[in-house]
């Protein structure tokens, strides 16, 4: 089994950056296709950013594209989420999660383990 914990999160204004980590316990991590998702009160849970696992390929909703970049250090076993240009409609618990089976995948179910989630807020 795998545990993420995430860490980062905060209040920020608007044009704001925070700088997201999650970091994973067990000698596996390099074998784990990383996500990284977002809820905001009322809404379901969306992809933000997927990562494969030696840092090839990177993938992003296009709410993010340009503004956040994903990555990893398989040797300190974390994944990170650099956030820069923050809007207000960024507030939202952002969790990582781990995939061993599906590449690339924007799909929640596709994940089998999860962070407990950090929460970000932005101010306008």
């Known amino acids: 089994q795998g545990q993420l914990v995430e860490s980062g999160g905060g209040l920020v204004q608007a044009g704001g950056s925070l700088r997201l980590s999650c970091a994973a316990s067990g000698r596996t991590f390099s074998r784990w296709r990383m996500g990284w998702f977002r809820q905001a009160p009322g809404v379901e849970r969306e992809f933000v950013s997927a990562?494969?696992?030696?840092?090839?390929?990177?993938y992003y909703a296009e709410s993010v594209k340009d503004r956040f970049t994903i990555s990893r250090d398989n040797a300190k076993n974390t994944v990170y989420l650099q956030m820069n240009s923050l809007k207000p409609e960024d507030t939202a618990v952002y969790y990582c999660a781990a995939n061993t089976e599906v590449p690339m995948s924007k799909l929640s179910s596709d994940y089998e383990y999860w962070g407990q989630g950090t929460q970000v807020t932005v101010s306008s």
């Open positions: 990562i494969s696992r030696f840092s090839g390929t990177t």
